[in-house]
Structure formats: C-alpha cells, structure tokens
C-alpha cells in the first residue's frame, strides 16, 4: 500500500507537468517545421527557421518588444514608488482612519481588473492618455498585492533599526530609502517577477486601449499576427508565439534559483 | 566647563492611557560622568532614557541638553549616539558601513569619515572585521560595532540600553571594563540603564534607582549600600540585600520603627550572648564565604556571612549579635531617618 501510494505522488506529479508543458512543447515542435510535417506529427521530418523569416517579416515585432518592454518597466517602475510609500504608511506611520483606508486598499484585491474595464477606460482617457504606454500602464500601478506586500516586509523590521536610524540622524524618507528597502530587496525582487510575468502577458486591457502599432505590445500583436483574417498557418503562429515568451522563458530558465529564493524569502507561494 | 549641569530633566512625566510611564523625574547630570539608571524590570528605566534620546516626547516636564531645551526636539537634534540592548545594527550593511551610517547621514566629506571610522575601530579593536555582515559576527563582536557606531560621531553624549544583557556573563565582566575605561579616556556623558546592580555600583559615577516610575534615590554608589533613603534602595541594593527587623522585636527603639542591618554586620556568637536568637532556614556556599539565611518573626531577609565552607543545618537555633551603631532606621512611611 505504501509503496504503492510512493509512487502515485510523483506519477501524479509527472502527468500534470506533461499536461502543462504540453502546448508549449506543441508550439515549439511546430514552429520548427512545416505546417504539415507539424500537424502530421511527422518525427522524421526536416527542422526548419522558415517559419521564423516569415512570421519576423510579418509584423514590426521589433516595436512590439519595445513596447512590451517599455510598458513593463514602466508599470514595474510606479508600482515600485507607490508600494513602497503606501506599504510605509501603512507599516510604520499613525494616520487617522488607518485601519479604513487599509480595508479600502484590500478590497481591490476582491475586483477583477476586467469589471473596470470600461470606468479604467473613460478615465484613460480623460487623462489624454489613450493610444499611449503610460495610459496601458497607469490602472496597475497602484497594486492592492504590491501594497500588501511591502507593508508585511516593513511591518517585520525591528522598530530598533528605526529608532537608531532616527538618533543617528535620518529623517523619515531616509529611514525609508536606507533602511527599509534595502532590507526588503527579497520581497522587491519577488514582485518585480509577478509584476513583470503578468504585464508581459496581458491582453485585454492593451487590447482595447491601444490602436496604433506604435503603442501595442507583443500580446496585442501577436493576437492580430494570429487572427483568422490573415490565414492560419500553426507553423508562423507557433514561431511567432515563442518568439514573444522566449524572452521570459529564458531570463526563468537562467534565474530559476534566485526566483525561487526570492519568493520563499518574501514568504510568498 | 561651566558650573551647569550638562543633562537636565525638570519634573518630567510620560504617561500611557493610565497605565504607569514616569512621574516626577528631575535630574541632574554632569558632563563627563557616568549615570546608572537602576530598578527592575518596568520601573521606568527604559522610557526615561528614550525621553533623553527623544524617542518619546513628555507629558510634562523640560529636558535641556547642554544648556539647550530640547524637550520637543527631534531624536536626530539632540546630538547624542545611543547603543541600544539588541545592538540594532543594520543587517543589510557592513560593519565599515554601520559604523559611518551616522556620517554619511550627516554629509560628513568621505575623507574625515574614513579617518573617524579607523579610530573608531581601533578603539574597539574591530579592526580586519570592516567588511563582515553583522550576521557574520559573534555577540560581542556586535556588541562592539555598537559601541563604535555610538563614538564614532564623537557626541557627547551616549545612551546605553542594557548594552551588556545578551552578553554571557564572563563577557559581560570584561566588556563592563572596556566601557568605564572608554567613558573616561574619550571624556563622554553616559547614561546607562541596567537591572543589574553589579553593573550600576561598578560603573556608575552616580547612580539612580527607580521604582514604579519615580525616583527613589540619586547617589554615589557609597550613598546607596550605606545610605539607602527608602526601605525599597535598601532591600535591592546589595547581595545579599539588607535586611529590615521590626523595631518591636529588638526592644530598645520608638515602636513602629523599621531597621536595616547588613549581613556583614551581623556575626553568630554562642547561646545567651546574642541580641536575636534566630532560626538557620538557608545556607549556601559562595566559595570564599558561606551566606546562612536566618528568619525570626518581624524580620525579613536576615543573614550571616561567614569565612569559608560553614553550613548550619536548616533549623539549628544561633544567635547573632551586631552593633547598634550599624542599624539604619527608617520611619513607618519607609523613609530613612536622619542619624539618632
């Protein structure tokens, strides 16, 4: 019985990775052979980078991983300074109507991003930010998680390191900057990877606020590259597919171990 | 130097929503003295030394440092260096960097930084250690780098928090030493909190002894063992701590006295020749000496010492005889009379 539910773990285990992998795999296999070859599951077949030429001439991905890139920084950019001066007050400062406000904050966690679609979007543009990466960005930047995150990390610092950076003559943005972010780096480290992986991958929004090639990034692009209208061909697709996530894929694959690190440290899973 | 005191605190107060902070507490201080401040745990030690370092703001009351009121002043105003009981060094900084935080907080030109950290280090002897991570260093170790960081500036002024209690105790001795000798050759003000009278009698130039968030006594260390003002100074100063008879049991005395005897004092003389014949209820060898704990009703705390290895049984009858001119004495409320 025990030996038996041994192996039922691990077999269980396998199965799921397979099954997760698999379209990846699949993506990967096909773009590097001809449609029929991929389709056909033909083993023996010849590899191929042609889908590759094909799918690089078909659409200016070189100003869509700007844009995806730009818009990625950014988001990761405003969350950094709002998180980080919310989590303070939150953590450390005595405001009144604290404990309301932070209730406040909490309960977007509760609202899918989705529901605001349409409010995120009149206000976008009325700022005049519409069609712009700022405009993309803007709804994310005051992350209920983020804002979460950096109180818990603050709220765990000793109230001595404080104290004796106050005697030491630090006023309050100086404890901030010297003392609580450095000793929160774990924590930076592990957002900027939730934050980064989300907005790399997200869709709907840039879908709907952006319009112009100038300010659409690689997920919008790659759903208009793919759309029926333009004829499916798997293969292009599929190269064109894993030439928007090989950029994550790889900064995973080589920093696995640090990410890993960074999230247990944070205390996040 | 002027005549004026360096620390001033004038009826200072500091209460939490009714629950006990302190009360009353007027101070004076000489620059370049050492000051203990001593009592057990939750006697207000701690916040009174935090009000120094304006960590807290008072209630009531006036501080005034170096002829300067500084009762509202931010912490970072007061130009004062504290070592607080955990060491509360940076972890995420070296020890080069903990030291010449303050420094560099302060804009103080990288060249006279690396100088003033050199002294310091040497001075603490932390010299080779400048790029360990606290993590990376012993309790003393760290205990050091805290004093450092507290020098380096070169304030005049230095709060200590119970520096020495995460310290073992053979530590504790040796580091008790550097300290002193540090306070005297740099020529600084310390305040130093502790629970532990060895350290207060030891170090202290005057020492303050507090309870439940007043004063009970400011003296030299000579005026607490053979001065104490209170019941209270007398009972926790001193191992063994003075011992407190009823006047009714020795005859001789108003009623309603309290008097105090030391065990040194006291000395075991054969049957019939002794003031008190008491009942032996503890006795327990200290290596050069041997403490009897003796009771007798009306009295609290009495004992012996006697040379060497001299355990009574617990219940042996002795007597005990000592010299009147060594009572003290104290009035109903407590309070130390003036001398009869």
Known sequence: ?????????????????????????????????????????????????????????????????????LLVTVVLIGQFILTTLAGFAFAKLDFPGKNFVFILVLMQLFILPEVLIVENYAMVSRLGLFDSILGVGMPYMASAFGIFLMRQSFKSVPIELHEAARIEGCGLLGILWRVYVPLAKPTYLAYALVSVSTHWNNFLWPLIVTNSPETRPLTVG??????????????????????????????????QRQFVQAFLRAGIK | MTNAPFVVMK?????????????????????????ALLGPSGCGKSTSLRLLAGLEIPDEGQILIDGRDVTTSAASDRNLSMVFQSYALFPHLSVAENVIFGLKVRRVPRAERAKKMKRALQITGLEGLEHRKPGELSGGQRQRVALARAIVAGQRLCLMDEPLSNLDAKLRNSVRKDIKKLQRDLGITVIYVTHDQTEAMSMADKVVLMKDGRIQQVGTPDDLYNRPANTFVAEFVGAPPMALIQSSVLGGFDASLTLGLRAEHVSIVSKGEGQLSCTVSEAEFLGSETLIGLSHEGTVGLSVLQPGLALLDEGTTVDIAFDAANLHKFNQEGDRMSEV
């Open chain 1, 1 to 69: 019985m025990n030996t038996v539910l041994r192996y039922i773990e691990p077999a269980g285990a396998i199965l799921l990775a397979v099954i997760w992998i698999s379209p990846l795999m699949f993506a990967f296999w096909a773009a590097f052979h001809s449609t029929s070859d991929a389709v056909n599951f033909n083993l023996f077949s010849a590899w191929t980078l042609d889908n590759f030429r094909t799918a690089w001439d078909g659409a200016p991905w070189l100003r869509y991983f700007l844009n995806t890139f």
């Open chain 1, 222 to 255: 790659l759903s208009i590259f793919g759309a029926p209208e333009n004829g499916v061909d798997i293969s292009v697709i599929s190269a064109a597919t894993m030439m928007s996530v090989a950029p994550l894929l790889l900064a995973f694959l080589l920093f």
């Open chain 2, 11 to 35: 009826a200072v107060a500091k209460r939490w929503n009714g629950q006990l902070g302190v009360e009353d507490i007027s101070l004076d201080i000489d620059e370049g003295s050492f000051v």
